[in-house]
């Protein structure tokens, strides 16, 4: 049974930093793609980054966000830097099972298995 648990969400100061991590239990999934995605209130839920074969991110976040994996403790990290009020959101991380493919891809529907979320607020 695949499951993904997040952590680290919290409540920062605009300027600050939050780090969150994915646990992802059930399968290995170091030969899978994995993405961060986030969803404000009253908004659609976007990508924010993702990493396969190599690293992707959306425009909003490119220069303060970086996402990284350690594939022994199977788990995905989102470190998040000069924080923006507008960065609030509910954060969650999802795996894309497709084969043979480290191609991150940023649709959502693309993602097979979600985690629960956790809430990051960024108070100006």
């Known amino acids: 049974q695949v499951q993904l648990v997040e952590s680290g969400g919290g409540v920062v100061q605009a300027g600050g930093s939050l780090r969150l991590s994915c646990a992802a239990s059930?399968?290995?999934?170091?030969?899978?793609?994995m993405g961060w995605f986030r969803q404000a209130p009253g908004r659609e839920r976007e990508f924010v980054a993702g990493?396969?074969?190599?690293?992707y991110y959306a425009d909003s976040v490119k220069g303060r966000f970086t996402i990284s994996r350690d594939n022994a403790k199977n788990t995905v990290y989102l470190q998040m830097n000069r924080l923006k009020p507008e960065d609030t959101a509910v954060y969650y991380c999802a795996v894309d099972m497709r084969p043979f493919t480290t191609v991150v891809r940023t649709a959502p529907e693309a993602y097979e298995y979600w985690g629960q979320g956790t809430q990051v607020t960024v108070s100006s």
């Open positions: 990493i396969g074969g190599s690293t």
């Open positions: 059930g399968r290995t999934f170091n030969i899978y793609p």
